[in-house]
């Protein structure tokens, strides 16, 4: 696996004397979890346990080191998640849409994206030596987990169907493509996510949806190529075979071992649904307990980037309630590797790529449901400036907006598919550009403090990793 992909930056080429022992890092990224989100999803959490809520504290509220992010991208004051994720991981900020290239790459410019890759802090980990895992409940080609491995001037070439022939022509490859081509080590140990369909060919029929096929248009199995490039490969693509696999690794101390789970053609369930998945599929905590086992079998150390990717998505679809369940998943996933890994040794460091439009609105009363109407009392609902009542958890666009307000006192507003109120009509929710935090805790967590760019994420990471030997 030494292929190399030209445009390489010198600086990672000069990178080349394994690292014998290094220290362990665990990336936690809640794609589109604002802070409005946090307190949301913590009053969730709470009075899903019969509490009133506010007092509740989610995983990674423990945590001592918090800072303030700025996330803009470099010409765009509001992010999209793919410039966002290349300051994170490659220490740049860069524009939106592209993903692993400097800001000098023009969206769709080939040429110019390969010379302006960016590597990125789990290529560093890989050619060091270090063991490195990729865990997503959105598809493995998407904007975040496709930071860690990917270089292109479009986050939407994932497939060979997408990737613009002349593109291809040029020397670039589609995203599913580069995660196999990874010139750095061996690749990731584990990768477990969605995207299957970026996988397949357009010839072959999916496993859990047989009336469904592979988007490839190039005819490559990249399933298959992936088995059969390296010797001890693992592929598991449903829930029964994946706690089967975690069963027999649970006594295995063999660390020659790579592990690939696609649980979906596309984005894995939103947690909310997974209970209904036809195949089964496991759950973030699921996958989180895996990877963490797999990059423990050795004392290389590693990095491992955990995304709860989906939080964005309901979000997108102005549906609040599966965001702040996907948002309680993650921190259950942030707890079990705050409770099973040594913090002398470990950096945990949680955060948004950024925000959502989302925003929590004036008076509830103390513990009222933060899915329902605002009431002063249960049953009493304040009213707005036309005496109707309104919803504690609204938006500032999307598919929610309403020509004329709706009486939403016979509404259940706390149902699963409710979609709160959007001011501005969209047929998709946005982003929104206020800061983001970001929670860390352990080795080098101290460097986590005050109002940060997004792209000095990357040096606490790095120094974590290679620079506190001590
Ligand atoms: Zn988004």
Not at 23 to 31: E, Q
Request: hydrophobic share 40%; with cysteine; net charge negative.
């Amino acid at each position: 696996m030494n292929k190399v992909i030209v445009g390489i930056s010198a600086s990672l080429a000069l990178l080349t004397t394994p690292i014998v022992h290094g220290k362990n890092v665990i990336f936690f990224l809640g794609d589109g979890m604002g802070v409005s989100t946090i307190t949301a999803a913590r009053i969730y959490a709470g009075q899903q346990q019969g509490n009133p809520g506010e007092e509740y504290n989610l995983a990674f509220d423990h945590f001592d080191n918090v800072a303030l992010v700025k996330t803009y991208n470099t010409d765009s004051q509001v992010p999209d998640s793919a410039g966002t994720i290349t300051a994170i991981m490659s220490g740049q900020k860069t524009r939106i849409g592209v993903v692993g290239v400097d800001a000098s790459v023009a969206r769709d410019d080939c040429a110019a994206a390969l010379k302006g890759s960016l590597p990125s802090i789990a290529e560093l980990a890989e050619q060091g030596g270090l063991r490195t895992g990729l865990v997503s409940t959105a598809r493995i080609t998407h904007a975040t987990p496709a930071g860690a491995y990917a270089h292109s001037p479009n986050r939407n070439w994932e497939d060979s169907a997408s990737i613009p022939q002349q593109a291809v022509a040029a020397g670039c490859k589609d995203i599913a493509q580069q995660l196999l081509d990874t010139p750095y080590g061996d690749g990731p140990e584990v990768i477990l996510g969605g995207g299957r369909a970026q996988f397949l060919p357009n010839t072959v029929a999916d496993p859990e949806y047989p009336s469904k096929t592979g988007k490839r248009n190039d005819g490559a199995n990249l399933i298959d190529e992936w088995l059969s490039r390296v010797p001890g490969r693992e592929y598991v693509w449903n829930r029964q075979d994946f706690l089967a696999l975690m069963e027999k690794r649970a006594g295995s101390t063999d660390t020659e071992r790579q592990f690939m789970g696609l649980f979906e053609p596309s984005h894995m369930q939103f947690e909310a649904d997974r209970a209904n998945d036809p195949a089964g599929e496991p759950s973030l905590l699921e996958m989180t307990q895996f990877a963490l086992a797999e990059m423990q079998k050795s004392d290389q150390g590693y990095f491992l980037l955990i995304e709860a990717g989906r939080i964005d998505h309901a979000h997108h679809g102005s549906n609040a309630r599966r965001a702040l369940v996907d948002t309680v998943a993650m921190s259950e996933a942030v707890q079990w590797a705050v409770d099973n890994v040594d913090l002398e040794e470990t950096l945990i460091l949680v955060t948004a790529d950024h925000s959502h439009t989302m925003t929590i609105s004036g008076y509830p009363r103390r513990g009222n449901p933060i899915l329902g109407l605002v009431e002063s009392q249960p049953g009493k609902p304040i009213k707005d400036a036309t005496g109707l009542p309104y919803t504690t958890l609204s938006y500032a666009n999307g598919g929610g907006y309403r020509k004329r307000r709706l009486d939403l006192s016979k509404v259940d507003t706390t149902a699963l598919d409710y979609q709160q109120l959007g001011t501005v009509p969209m047929y998709a929710e946005t982003h929104a550009g206020e800061d983001v935090a970001a929670f860390a805790v352990g080795v080098n967590a101290d460097k986590v403090r005050g109002v940060m760019e997004q792209s000095a994420l990357f040096e606490v990471m790095r120094g974590a990793l290679f620079d506190s030997n001590d």
